[in-house]
C-alpha cells in the first residue's frame, strides 16, 4: 500500500473528559462480519482487517462497534484483530443491543442483569478484558 502523507493524517483530539486521545474519524464496523438482517455489502474477516489496518496507516485509532452488528460477529471480527495490537494504542466503543435473545423476554433491556451479561459477552468476543466506551444501542421503551 501507498504510504499516507503526513499533512492527511488523522489529528487527534479528547474523548470527553476521559483523557483518552481519540483519531477524529472513528471506524464504524456495523459491515464487518456476518449480517443478520440479509445485507449482501458484509466484508469477510479477512477484508474487515485489512480496512482497520488501512485505517491504522492514516492515524486512526478510534473504533466503534455493538454486540447487535451481525448479533456480535463485527465484535468478533474486531477481536480477532485487536488481540494482536498493542491494546492501550486504540479506542475501542461499542454498544449493547436490546435484545440478542428474542426467545427470551429477560434477555433485554437496560437492566442491570442485560448490561452486565451483554459487557461480559463483548468482552469474550473482543478478546479484551475493557472497552473505552460502552454505550446503549437502543433504550428500553
Known amino acids: 500500500m501507498e504510504s499516507v502523507p503526513e499533512t492527511a493524517r488523522c489529528q487527534y483530539t479528547y474523548l470527553g473528559k476521559s483523557g483518552l486521545r481519540v483519531s477524529n474519524i472513528c471506524l464504524g464496523t456495523m459491515t464487518f462480519g456476518k449480517s443478520h438482517i ?4 458484509n466484508l469477510s474477516e479477512a477484508d474487515s482487517h485489512a480496512v482497520i489496518q488501512r485505517f491504522v496507516q492514516w492515524g486512526g485509532n478510534f473504533l466503534d462497534t455493538a454486540d447487535g452488528y451481525g448479533r456480535g460477529d463485527s465484535e468478533r471480527v474486531v477481536g480477532t484483530w485487536l488481540k494482536n495490537q498493542e491494546r492501550d494504542r486504540f479506542v ?7 435484545t440478542m435473545d428474542s426467545s427470551n423476554p429477560n434477555a433485554a433491556g437496560c437492566s442491570r442483569r442485560h448490561i452486565t451479561n451483554s459487557i ?3 468482552l469474550q468476543r473482543l478478546q479484551t478484558d475493557y472497552v473505552d466506551l ?7 421503551g
Do not use: E
Not at 92 to 98: I, M, P, R
Not at 134 to 140: G, I, M, N, P, W
Open 38 to 41: 440479509g445485507s449482501p455489502s
Open 92 to 98: 475501542v466503543g461499542t454498544k449493547f443491543f436490546n
Open 120 to 122: 461480559s459477552n463483548s
Open 134 to 140: 460502552y454505550q446503549v444501542q437502543f433504550t428500553d
